[in-house]
Nanobody, 125 residues
Framework: QVQLVEFGGGLVQAGGSLRLSCAAS????????MAWFRQAPGKEREFVGA????????DYADSVKGRFTISRDNAKNMVYLQMNSLKPEDTAVYYC??????????????????WGQGTQVTVSS
């Protein structure tokens, strides 16, 4: 069983930056793919970005491509989401996820077995 703890969310002005972090513990293996999703009120959970077990492959939603960067540090069991040029439409609860069965980036929610509690990101205009 894997436990995930997220932190780094908050309130930021449009155009600003935030870095989200997620720490994994428990039965965690560095060969799992890791990802970030987000969910705004009344909307479905939305793929943001994912990274392979090695960090060598990444995938991003078109809405964040060029602005967000996902990275990982396997020695620390951490995954990060650097968010730049934030827009009000980025406002959501952001979740990190770990695949218990996959090592490559995937966009579907059901590809991931473990989830963090979520951290709120609010971008003001």
């Amino acid at each position: 069983q894997v436990q995930l703890v997220e932190f780094g969310g908050g309130l930021v002005q449009a155009g600003g930056s935030l870095r989200l972090s997620c720490a994994a513990s428990g039965r965690f293996f560095s060969n799992y793919a890791m990802a970030w999703f987000r969910q705004a009120p009344g909307k479905e959970r939305e793929f943001v970005g994912a990274i392979s077990w090695s960090g060598g492959s990444t995938d991003y939603a078109d809405s964040v491509k060029g602005r967000f960067t996902i990275s990982r540090d396997n020695a620390k069991n951490m995954v990060y989401l650097q968010m730049n040029s934030l827009k009000p439409e980025d406002t959501a609860v952001y979740y990190c996820a770990v695949g218990g069965r996959i090592g490559v980036p995937r966009r579907m929610v059901d590809a991931y077995d473990y989830w963090g509690q979520g951290t709120q990101v609010t971008v003001s205009s």
